[in-house]
């Protein structure tokens, strides 16, 4: 994936994780709200990716 689709994927990983959670509180769902934690998480990390391109890139181009 490129820089940018890992963070813009990796931000709407964490908001549909966060409405998940949410959602699984509202009905006391315990399974809803973990899959919620794990892929707020995987989006936490996608981002995570995309920056650390962002870094490795900026670090190239000074070559």
Known sequence: MSRT???VS???NEIAGK???MAGKATNDKEMRAKGAAQ???GKMQTAVGKAKDKVK???DRM
């Open 10 to 12: 990796g931000k709407v």
């Open 58 to 60: 900026g670090v190239v």
């Open 40 to 42: 707020e998480a995987k």
């Open 19 to 21: 409405a998940k959670q």
């Open 5 to 7: 689709t890992d963070k």
